[in-house]
């Protein structure tokens, strides 16, 4: 076994720790996308070919796409967008085998697996797991440079460390997060953090939507709740905003 590959496999530890505490929540799915995606990820650092590095970045594409269905009802039925992308990812490795060809990317496809894992990254840009998805960008975008051309010898093994940060990193960002869990603020930041800017928008508007209706002159942003363009800390929220935050998470399973 490689050093890379023993590396990348102490990443299920945290990967682990991020399903057992979100399985009750709409994220579970994500979660389990994860692990697989870890799994090839795994697989790429023993193999280091490009079919095993494609394989690795399509499954970590889906992983960020299932969070952008993490809600209920709908985070189920999901799984079958997630897996039809899965397999439409899949084809260049099912021509190149068919063909008897050795594993290659035209620009079509490398722009196509890209964009996917662009979005799930940017995702998280406003959240505290901003730079965990920054490593795994600069990763994908690294091993898109290697599948037709192969790393040179001095890359080797470098981009299977990167990984291999990226989820501990990430464990860490969440672990030392000093936001009580169960204020307003806390709620909120956790539920950002985990679910990302799509998701955070949605419900950024509801929220504010909610409020311009009963007249309130608080306003939720990414960083935080503001009355007046004045910053609201956790004491000094107010508990009718609560009341209209805690019900628009509902259906996130959340908190």
């Known amino acids: 076994m490689r ?10 530890v945290p990967i682990a720790w991020l399903w057992w505490t979100h399985r009750k929540t709409a994220l579970v799915y994500a979660a389990s996308w994860a692990i697989a995606a870890w799994a090839a990820w795994t697989l790429e650092a023993q ?17 960020g796409v299932a969070v952008l269905g993490a809600r209920r009802p709908g985070a189920g039925p999901w799984n079958i967008v997630v897996g039809g992308l899965a397999a439409v990812l899949m084809l260049p490795v099912g ?34 797991l901003r730079w965990p998805a920054g490593v795994m960008l600069i ?19 470098l981009v299977e460390y990167m990984v291999a940060v990226a989820p501990w990193s990430a464990a860490v960002c969440l672990l030392r997060s000093k936001r009580n869990p169960t204020d ?42 503001f009355r007046k363009d004045m910053r609201l800390s956790a004491e000094h929220a107010d508990e009718s905003a609560r009341k209209t935050l805690v019900p628009l998470l509902q259906r996130f399973d959340w908190p």
């Open 47 to 63: 193999c280091q070919c490009s079919t095993s590095r494609y394989f690795a970045m399509s499954l970590t594409a889906c992983a």
């Open 3 to 12: 050093w890379e590959t023993l590396a990348v496999v102490t990443g299920f």
């Open 184 to 225: 307003l603020l806390g709620i909120w930041f956790g539920f950002r953090d985990r679910y990302g800017a799509v998701w955070a928008t949605r419900i950024i508007w509801q929220f504010n939507a909610a409020a311009k209706n009963a007249k309130s002159d608080v306003q939720l942003r990414m960083e935080g709740v």
């Open 139 to 157: 990763v994908c975008l690294m091993n898109m440079g290697y599948i037709n051309k192969g790393p040179m010898p001095k890359d080797q093994g």
């Open 95 to 128: 021509q190149s085998f068919f063909a008897g060809s050795t594993f290659s990317l035209d620009s079509m496809w490398m722009w196509f697996l890209g964009g996917v894992i662009a979005v799930g990254c940017f995702n998280y840009v406003p959240s505290l």
